[in-house]
């Protein structure tokens, strides 16, 4: 079960408890860990490399995220993500995405626009297509452009923590081709306000547009 867990790079200069760290939380939103899973301490240490102590800490750090818990008799199993725990990330992002749209269209070059055009060309082509895998990554890229173009570490490294942690929830809603086309007119209306720099508008359409976001996934979620 641990064999989707990559050992530590000796070279790696973030501290081995936040390399461990990351690494379980990547398991686990890419569905790699399943809720339920049991996380056995000395197990993950053998599959990585490392000591029992930083995984021991890093077990604990996902029992605070909710990521994990504890009970007795079984240890620390796999929780995911709640719906409860979804709904206010969605709440999160929005204000953070918005702000991030809004600085974007303050700072966003001219390349970076046609960019942002030719993305939503690329999307119409492969939901018609039916490829989610490249309709998934081109709404990646969207958000990588997005927030290379707000110029602001902090704000992009905390919108980045959270598309991580929605990446799995948001895969649910590309597998239908109305959401997907919802999404995609969301997106046009974003950059052309972006592309005519009008940034309150631009900020505007961005929140409305991880509202509309959080309610494919509530429809998706009470369907599934």
Not at 111 to 119: M, Y
Not at 122 to 148: A, F, G, P, S
Request: glycine content about 2%.
């Amino acid at each position: 079960m641990y064999s989707c867990l990559r050992k530590i790079d000796d070279n790696n200069n973030k501290p081995i408890r936040e390399v461990v760290l990351e690494e379980l939380r990547r398991a686990i939103f890419n569905n790699m860990l399943k809720p339920g899973d049991r996380l056995v301490e000395i197990s993950i240490a053998e599959a990585m490399g490392v000591s029992r102590t930083p995984v021991r800490e890093a077990l604990r750090q996902l029992e605070l995220e909710d990521l994990a818990v504890n009970t007795p008799r079984k240890g620390t199993i796999v929780q995911g993500i709640s719906y409860d725990r979804a709904m206010e990330m969605y709440e999160i992002r929005e204000v953070l995405e918005g702000l991030a749209t809004k600085l974007a269209c303050l700072n966003i070059s001219r390349i970076k626009i046609n960019e942002l055009k030719e993305l939503l060309e690329n999307m119409e082509h492969n939901i018609i297509n039916k490829d989610v895998n490249k309709v998934y990554y081109l709404n990646q890229r969207w958000n990588e452009i997005i927030l290379e173009a707000c110029n602001n570490e902090l704000l992009v490294k905390k919108v980045s923590d959270l598309y991580e942690q929605l990446r799995r929830l948001t895969v649910f809603s590309l597998y239908d081709e109305n959401l997907q086309r919802s999404a995609m007119n969301e997106y046009s209306f974003i950059v052309e306000a972006i592309e005519k720099g009008d940034e309150n508008k631009a900020e505007n359409l961005a929140r409305e547009h991880v509202r509309k976001a959080k309610n494919r996934f509530t429809v998706v979620y009470k369907n599934s």
